[in-house]
């Protein structure tokens, strides 16, 4: 059974930035692909950024591109995203999710398994 768990949420002033790490506790982390995706209030679930099954070719969402960093460390079957230079807009919890896939996809529906979520507020 696949059990991501995320943390590194928190409270940030505009301009600052936060690390969020989600540890895979199975035994598959090295096989597929990871995402990070975000929902605010009323708003759909966003794709953030995703990365291959070997830490290559990352992608992100263009409101997040030059700011926000993925990337993953397959001794610790963890994922990372360093976010820069927040914005009050980048408010959301933010989801870690394994793909079914090796490759980076952007759609929620290409990921199998999702943390429980971590809440990042940026205060202007």
């Known amino acids: 059974q696949v059990q991501l768990v995320e943390s590194g949420g928190g409270l940030v002033q505009a301009g600052g930035s936060l690390r969020l790490s989600c540890t895979d506790l199975g035994h598959t982390f090295n096989l597929y692909a990871m995402g990070w995706f975000r929902q605010a209030p009323g708003k759909e679930r966003q794709f953030v950024a995703a990365i291959n099954w070997v830490g290559a070719n990352p992608t992100y969402h263009d409101s997040v591109k030059g700011r926000f960093t993925i990337s993953r460390e397959a001794a610790k079957n963890t994922l990372y995203l360093q976010m820069n230079t927040l914005k009050p807009e980048d408010t959301a919890v933010y989801y870690c999710?394994?793909?079914?896939?090796?490759?980076?996809?952007?759609?929620?529906?290409?990921?199998?398994?999702w943390g429980q979520g971590t809440q990042v507020t940026v205060s202007s």
């Open positions: 999710a394994k793909s079914k896939y090796t490759e980076a996809l952007g759609l929620p529906s290409d990921y199998v398994y």
